[in-house]
């Protein structure tokens, strides 16, 4: 069962918050009336007055759209330090899959999955045992893997529901080795970037340095991988230019000071705000000013190190390991841009950050005790990102002609919708509902061989003899090489049962099939 706790939701936005942001558009917006009245008082048959009037107008409706036609979208992270074991049985708990309202997005990073040479080579050739449950438990859901990233043992995958892959774009990911003097990356950070409707996030998993000690070797560590991590897009090349940043994963601070007895005793009195005084990432945040950039949910759930594999005690060891928050979700919202803009020093925030916010909201902030298989317990952080969509067009259109059956041929078209960095390596593949990730596909056809299409031009492709036998649910998905995504899906339709389908009997020597 889940140590839970209900705490008033966290939340943050681009703009500053919501409160003083509601109160300055309703300002600038009585303002703005202000003036329309003042137009409409003197308001005569010349031009200049009625383009005074609908230029005013203009003005006002358009403060009024810029807080509207938002819409939230659920994420759900998990960390969790799996002590190079092999994953439980069941993670449905952990996923919350049956949470309403559904989620949107999967962000999953683990620390130290197993990864002897060996083992890490194979798992580079092939999903690793913990990629390979996360996508057979979501995949039922409707959650397509999107990519991962892997260093040694640290991994991050990201899942998204089907209808939002073609507006997850500009996907790129990196890494940065700390342990071992850099070289085997038993220690440090990979991340994923991407755009999801325009905006631009990233997600750094992190594993720092151990130990009571070394808190500020850790935040060394942090700043280095800051430093060091870069992706090649030229409007957000580090990972602070993107606007929300999530950072998270075995960050290692301790509790410091408090002793076992007095630590035991206000955890098992479920007294956790007793701790937070000497947790080291709260402490170090009270005078790291890249730290205060960030923010966290109250700690009102249990230390998530060390325990007892598959028990719910604390370390029973000869070490005794101090519990500790160890595992951790953090965010930040991109400071607003400001420029000056006259001799007075006045400011004025950037288009985007004004017509485009994006608000971050907490719901939940948690860690799943039931889960034994490492001494760490994964921690489970729940948002809600709302913002207006900046991005509603895919960048291709795909449709479906007549039935299909692998009985005969089957003919499809595509059209390019907007320029994109398109190319003969493209694909299309055939898609069973329930697809894992983009490749896997019972067949695919490629794009136009001789030269890349041109925008709204209707491409026709056949695919001869290599539909499946069996009827079932498909979509086709348009694969981009240069963007390594699915960019594009069909409507969903059926493909029909062949003629050389191989019946089963119903019921074979009184046994139903």
Not at 294 to 317: A, I, V
């Amino acid at each position: 069962m889940s140590d839970t706790f209900d705490f008033p939701r966290v939340r943050t936005d681009s703009m500053s918050s919501m409160a003083s942001q509601s109160t300055s558009a309703r300002l600038i917006l009585r303002q703005r009336l202000a003036q329309l009245l003042t137009c409409l008082e003197d308001l005569s048959s010349d031009d200049e007055a009625n383009e005074e009037v609908s230029r005013t107008l203009d003005e006002a409706f358009h403060l009024c759209g810029r807080y509207t036609n938002r819409e939230s979208f659920r994420l759900h992270m998990v960390t969790w330090n799996v002590s190079t074991a092999e994953p439980p049985a069941d993670v449905r708990t952990l996923l919350q899959l049956d949470s309403q309202p559904a989620t949107d997005l999967y962000v999953i990073g683990l620390q130290e999955v197993k990864a002897t040479p060996v083992r890490y080579v194979s798992d580079l050739i092939a999903e690793d045992s913990w990629s390979l449950l996360f996508m057979d438990t979501l995949a039922p859901m409707g959650y397509i893997k999107v990519t991962s990233v892997r260093m040694q043992g640290l991994l991050l995958i990201l899942f998204a529901k089907q209808a939002h892959l073609p507006f997850i774009r500009d996907i790129q990911s990196t890494y940065t080795r700390t342990g071992l003097f850099g070289y085997w990356g038993n220690k440090g950070g990979v991340s994923v970037r991407f755009s999801f409707y325009g905006h631009m996030l990233c997600f750094l998993n992190c594993h720092l340095a151990a130990h009571m000690n070394y808190a500020l070797q850790r935040m060394d560590e942090f700043e280095y991988i800051l430093d060091m991590q870069d992706f090649d897009m030229y409007n957000t090349p580090n990972v602070l230019d993107h606007k929300v940043v999530f950072w998270f994963g075995d960050l290692n601070f301790r509790i410091a000071d408090h002793g076992m007895h007095f630590l035991r005793s206000s955890i098992n009195n479920g007294r956790f705000n007793l701790l937070w005084d000497k947790d080291q990432l709260t402490m170090m945040k009270k005078k790291e000013p890249i730290l205060q950039e960030f923010e966290e949910g109250p700690l009102r759930f249990k230390p998530t190190y060390k325990f007892d594999r598959f028990s719910e005690t604390y370390d029973t060891s000869g070490k005794k390991r101090k519990p500790a928050w160890t595992d951790r979700i953090l965010w930040r919202i991109k400071p607003k841009a400001v420029e000056t803009e006259d001799e007075n020093s006045s400011t004025t925030s950037s288009v985007d950050d004004d017509e485009y916010p994006v608000k971050v909201m907490q719901d939940m902030y948690t860690s799943d005790v039931s889960y034994g298989v490492s001494d760490h317990k994964p921690v489970i952080g729940t948002f809600n990102l709302e913002m207006r969509k900046k991005v509603e067009t895919p960048l291709v259109t795909l449709t479906v002609d007549g039935h299909w059956s692998a009985d005969e041929d089957a003919i499809f078209t595509y059209t390019i919708l907007e320029n994109f960095e398109s190319s003969t390596w493209d694909w299309i593949g055939l898609y069973k509902i329930g697809f894992k990730s983009a490749s896997d596909y019972s067949t695919f056809a490629w794009v136009k061989d001789d030269e890349v299409a041109a925008n709204g031009e209707v491409v026709t492709v056949h695919i001869k003899n290599e539909l499946p036998l069996l009827a079932g649910d498909y979509v086709l998905g348009y694969y981009s090489t240069n963007m390594q995504t699915l960019i594009a899906f069909s409507p969903t339709f059926q493909i029909l049962e062949s003629k050389r389908a191989v019946k089963v009997p119903e019921n074979i020597n009184g046994h139903e099939k």
